[in-house]
């Protein structure tokens, strides 16, 4: 990850340079437009929802997205409004027992140079969209963009509502479903035929014992069991929990229209652990997340247009790495097009795009591919879970072989420790 020098907004009005267009206004597109304002660019977001806003409820972040907060100067804030956890657990659903766990307190912050943090997801959009005001992003919410086209020296964004915007780049941060990535691809979204119940309640003083029966405040617990897993930790500087369930829909692999349901949920989950039935009750019916994600494609850069985050590459979830990835997408693209915001500097956007995706899309494919792995390890039954176990019983809570690949580069600090 490249910096770049900082510009004040003086220099960057003056620029004159035309903007870099940003379609999708979610935790990709809103860092990707922030770091670019760092970098000089003058910077206009398109969101087709009315508002910035973000579904869901918690969001983990390790340290190869927790550094490029930093570096854009918001990590502080993020840490405020969130929690940092001592450790990450995983834990059997069917008995509760610790399987493996890793370390995340201080050696851990002092090999990545960062720490990791979990949030609630609207929290880290509201600093991303203040932050982007102050840096002089234009944000338009309810620009649902029909196409973009690219005439060579520039892009054009055609929107629903019948406005159009010229740019210098256009970046696709619209997401997993992605309109723009036809651009690219003709593939569609791959079902997992898993689906995730997400909830959160308040920690008060009535179920305090409740929710720390299930794991400690500081801990981020995955109960991981056949075709099924249940992850808790806490939000909202302790204030708040979140929760999150997530199976093996047999309505699915049945053909069935109406799959993973509530009924479902509650059936499958039966044979867990009492820590894990209980905290089901917090988990909000009403609303479900069926899993998809994508086969990696390694194109993301074509003239004048790019793709960020999950238009590019969807991930599952189980790394907890699709946001983490958007956000190292988007410092890396700014320290690219960094180049391009000088008067003369629209000429260089296609060579910056290319290069951008050179360096990004090798990591992030592999990251596609290993959560769909981690998830099999995750879910498996038989001798396989036996065996699993086994293994993961050799792991050290501060051994970071496994997780430099993901988390680093490793600082020289601790390298040298
Ligand atoms: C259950 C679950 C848990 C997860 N947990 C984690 C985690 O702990 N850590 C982590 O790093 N990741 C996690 N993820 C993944 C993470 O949520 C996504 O990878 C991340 O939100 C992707 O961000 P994005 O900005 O690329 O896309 P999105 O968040 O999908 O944003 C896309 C935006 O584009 C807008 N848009 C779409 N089409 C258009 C259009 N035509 N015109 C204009 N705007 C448009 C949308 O309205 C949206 O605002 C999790 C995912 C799930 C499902």
Redesign the pocket.
């Known amino acids: 990850v490249q910096g770049w020098p900082e510009v004040t907004m003086a220099a960057r009005r003056s620029a004159g340079t035309g903007e870099v267009l940003v379609?999708?206004?979610?935790?990709?597109?809103?860092t990707a437009a922030l770091a670019m304002a760092r970098a000089g660019l003058g910077v206009r977001v398109?969101?087709?929802?009315g508002q910035?806003a973000?579904l869901?409820a918690?969001?983990?972040?390790?340290p190869n997205?927790s550094r490029v907060l930093d570096r854009l100067g918001i990590l502080q804030r993020v840490i405020e409004a969130g929690v940092l956890p001592r450790r990450l657990a995983l834990r059997s659903a069917l008995t509760g027992r610790e399987l493996a766990a890793l370390d995340v307190g201080g050696r851990f912050r002092r090999r990545y140079g960062a720490p990791y943090v979990?949030l609630h997801?609207s929290d880290l959009l509201a600093i991303l969209v203040d932050a982007c005001a102050a840096a002089g992003v234009s944000l338009h919410p309810g620009?649902?963009?029909?196409a973009v086209t690219d005439h060579g020296d520039r892009v054009c964004a055609r929107?629903a509502d019948g406005t159009a915007y010229r740019g210098i780049a256009a970046i696709a941060?619209?997401?997993?479903?992605?309109?723009?990535r036809e651009m690219f691809s003709d593939d569609a979204p791959v079902c997992s035929g898993f689906v995730?119940y997400?909830g959160t309640i308040d920690i008060s003083q009535e179920n305090i014992g409740e929710v720390t029966r299930c794991a400690a405040l500081d801990e981020v617990v995955a109960w991981i069991g056949p075709g099924l897993h249940f992850v808790q930790y806490a939000l909202c500087s302790g204030t708040v929990c979140n929760r999150?369930a997530?199976f093996r829909s047999r309505q699915y692999a049945a053909g069935e229209q109406d799959w993973g349901t509530p009924g479902e949920l509650d059936d499958v989950f039966s044979a867990c652990c009492p820590q894990v039935r209980t905290a089901m009750t917090a988990l909000w019916r009403d609303r479900r997340?069926p899993?998809y994600d994508r086969e990696p494609i390694g194109r993301w850069a074509r003239g004048r247009v790019a793709l960020?985050?999950?238009?590019a590459h969807?991930?599952l979830?189980y790394l907890?790495?699709?946001?983490?990835?958007?956000i190292e997408d988007a410092y890396v693209l700014a320290g690219k097009l960094a180049c391009c915001a000088g008067k003369d500097g629209s000429h260089l956007v296609p060579k910056a795009l290319a290069e951008y995706e050179q360096a990004r899309a090798p990591q992030a494919m592999r990251v596609q591919r290993t959560a769909r792995l981690w998830g099999d390890i995750w879910h498996i039954d038989g001798a396989g879970a036996v065996l699993r176990d086994e293994l993961f019983a050799y792991h050290r809570p501060g051994s970071y072989r496994y997780t430099d690949w993901l988390y680093g580069p490793v600082t020289e600090r601790e390298e040298r420790a």
């Open positions: 379609v999708g206004g979610g935790i990709g597109g809103l398109l969101e087709r929802a910035f973000e869901g918690g969001l983990q972040m390790a997205a979990v997801r620009k649902d963009v029909l929107c941060a619209d997401g997993l479903h992605s309109r723009l995730a997400r999150v997530v997340w899993m960020l985050g999950d238009a969807p991930m979830q907890a790495q699709g946001a983490c990835q958007a």
